[in-house]
């Protein structure tokens, strides 16, 4: 178990050239988690050229469109974590985002950067004026972490995606949160 940070955790939006910037980082945390079973949509083999690719190819034409909105947490001036916000919803779906692909390095975890990513990332949401996140989770760690700061569980999908790892099909759970304002403004 990692302790707390001796250094402040600073998290800031990433804009194109921040994306740039720490681009090697980035797409080395990506690389660290699924390697070490982190369900985030890619299988191994899994090297740092297609963690690159993912970065420049899905986040940066999304960040660039406004569709999504990614945060980068750094300790000690060294990238330790990222969450995303999507933002590309439906007409009908203007009062909600989708939380993804929430990732602290390994040798950063439990040190309480996920969760100061998930309060930035609501956050930005309620900014955005989203007021209800969704996320998926195929973790049980992860999903005590979503808990703790109020999502609630959808339910369960067996089967869902591969294993990063194994030839297997794991399941994974469908959370959601309504942020203070949505709750109260869009139940009414």
Known sequence: MTTPPAAPIAIAALDRPGLDR????????????????????????????????????????????????????????????????????????????????????PRHRRSGIGRRLMQQVEAHAAAAGRRLLTLDTAGDAAERLYASLGYQCAGRIPGYARDPIEDRLDATTIMFKWLPAGATALRA
């Open 22 to 105: 720490h681009l090697d980082a980035l797409a080395e945390l990506l690389r660290a988690c699924v390697h070490g079973g982190a369900s985030v949509g890619f299988i191994l083999p899994f090297d740092i050229d297609q963690a690159r690719a993912f970065w420049l190819g899905e986040v940066a034409p999304a960040l660039a469109a406004g569709r999504r909105v990614a945060l980068v947490a750094t300790w000690a001036g060294e990238v330790a974590g990222t969450v995303q916000l999507d933002l590309d919803s439906w007409p009908n779906q203007a009062h909600r985002a989708e939380v993804a692909k929430l990732l602290v390095h």
